[in-house]
């Protein structure tokens, strides 16, 4: 069976983009899967993340730039992989379409706020007219019960935005995680940021059982 691909996407940095997108490929590697991530971002945050520590080092990752996203995941394609993951720049760009094109399932995280908002619906609207791959919010740094979260989830669910039934939260666990080049499925495996990362992890494979949505003709609305 393809390896399924998923594509963390946004036009807009600081997300919470390259943590849920490395923490969900060290969860599916640590449970058997054979992960493989593709690091389109500039920044590099996933291939640095790796490089600081070893609980992550048999996680096969490469860097790709716009002409070599599509090159990474036929590579990872040929391995017989069961996840490919890709990380996207925070920015419109020809690495992220390409990405949005091959993708399997598109992963937007954004922050409770209204700005990440509606930068997260224009960054659905683009990969709407790239494919008909399903597509879901994912709220990220949130703390619980707080009414800015409510109410984003709220807004998203009363615009048809499908955000994900889980959502992570704003953790120490996650930063001292990535100090120590892990996560918190291997860094504290049974503290509430791991549990929060399993349940994302189920509801993504849930999500990767859907069908695409059937084309859109042109001349039907969005």
Known sequence: MSAKIIS?????????????AMCLGAYWQKSGMKVGLIDADPAGTLVRWIAAGTDLAEIPAVTAGPDSVDTGIDDFLA??????????????????????????????????????YQVAVDSAEHIADLTTAPVRFLLNQTTKGSVIARHMRAQMEAANAQPMEVE??????????????????????????????????SETGTLLGMRRKKARKASEPV
């Not at 992220?96 to 409770?112: E, F, G, Q």
């Open 8 to 20: 963390f996407v946004t036009m807009k940095g600081g997300s919470g983009k390259s943590t849920s």
């Open 79 to 116: 391995r017989g992989l069961d996840r490919i993951i890709i990380d996207t720049p925070g920015f419109q760009s020809e690495a992220t379409d390409a990405a949005i094109r091959r993708a399997d399932l598109l992963i937007i995280p954004m922050r409770p706020s209204p700005i990440d």
């Open 168 to 201: 992570l939260s704003a953790r120490v666990a996650y930063g001292e995680a990535a100090l120590a080049g892990t996560t918190p499925s291997y860094y504290q495996p049974r503290g509430a940021a791991a549990r929060e990362i399993a349940d994302f992890a």
